[in-house]
């Protein structure tokens, strides 16, 4: 099977990230039954910051549209397929050719992320049906055969599907997680320690907020950065950085980093302007503001004391502002 390009859903000037998708998210209607699955916050707001790669495995595999639908079967011996819903005609095999070429395909490409469709038996990420050779549903903890192979060849890869985007908690996460992603790609270009250790500075209050133990073990690899070849020294730091955004932040984390972030503030800033800090990030800890709010105000006291820590903290705009003004985030 010859994988061609996918067309790029939109010009990429001025988009910050490359996200492949499903394309039935884009309103494409390329599903089953002709229709498609059009994701609001897709089309609306990620796509100012966003370059798509649309993808739909079984219209590439030759499945027509509309056409009969598909469902993961597990036969007596364990082994899991990729069955037509009436005629049994099997998928299982073209599907994983090009899911492999993909695969590989990607490794060529700039993609930050890929944004999956729910339920699918070729992309679903979580709680796919399988069904047993009776035709009945047999368990719910499957993964899509496509999204399933792209998610090995690819394991640091950003992932999610487009009904879990609705959830502002993984919202938030995902995209965290593709810029961090974006910003990771500048470690294997490193030509000095110095530059190192300047991205972990400006990434340690992010890491902090998701996961300590991981900034403590990032820190131990910039410390003994000079001992081993820069390239190693890159590769092992950015796949740990990597594994940090695996779960939501919770929100007693999130004050915390809040208040130490304003810690750094108190001797540029007045008592007055000190206390509508504490005030703001107490209005997030009690779920009266959004998140969005205390770090408005961080991030303009720190420009405005030209403060160059607070101003280089990811962590005060881990993603563009774009998201959170339209009221994404």
């Known amino acids: 099977m010859q994988v061609q390009s996918p067309k790029n859903e939109q010009c990429s000037l001025n988009k910050q990230v490359k996200l492949a998708i499903s394309s039935c998210l884009l309103g494409q209607e390329v599903r089953f039954d002709g229709g498609h699955k059009r994701n609001v916050f897709v089309q609306e707001a990620l796509s100012q910051v966003a370059e798509f790669v649309p993808l739909c495995p ?45 695969a590989q395909w990607l490794e060529e490409q700039d993609i930050c992320g890929f944004i999956f469709t729910k339920n699918s038996p070729s992309c679903g990420l979580f709680r796919v049906k399988i069904y047993n050779p009776k035709g009945s549903p047999s368990r719910r903890d499957g993964r899509g055969l496509f999204s399933e192979i792209i998610t090995q060849h690819h394991p640091l890869l950003p992932v999610e599907e487009g009904g879990r985007l609705n959830d502002p908690a993984l919202r938030d996460l995902f995209l965290t997680r593709v810029f ?59 796949e740990l950085f990597l594994s940090a955004f695996n779960e939501v932040a919770s929100l007693k984390r999130h004050a915390n980093v809040l208040l130490r972030t304003i810690g750094h503030l108190k001797k540029i800033t007045t008592a007055e302007e000190v206390a509508s800090l504490h005030e703001a990030v107490e209005g997030y800890r009690t779920r009266k503001l959004p998140r969005s709010v205390p770090l408005s105000f961080i991030r303009h006291f720190g420009k405005m004391n030209d403060n160059e820590y607070i101003k280089q903290q990811t962590y005060l705009s881990p993603y563009p502002e774009e998201l959170v003004e339209l009221g994404w985030s």
């Open 58 to 102: 079984e219209v590439a595999i030759g499945m027509g549209i509309p056409r009969e639908s598909i469902r993961l079967v597990e036969d007596d011996d364990g082994e899991i397929k990729l069955l037509g819903t009436r005629s049994k005609q099997e998928w299982t095999a073209p599907m994983q050719r090009y899911a492999h070429e993909i």
């Open 180 to 238: 961090a992603y974006k910003r990771a790609q500048s470690l294997l270009d490193m030509d000095s320690v110095s530059s190192l250790v300047q991205f972990h500075a400006n990434e340690k209050l992010l890491l902090l907020a998701y996961n300590e133990p991981v900034l403590r073990e990032l820190g131990r690899i910039v410390a003994s950065a000079k001992q081993r070849p820069l390239q190693q020294v890159t590769k092992a730091y950015r």
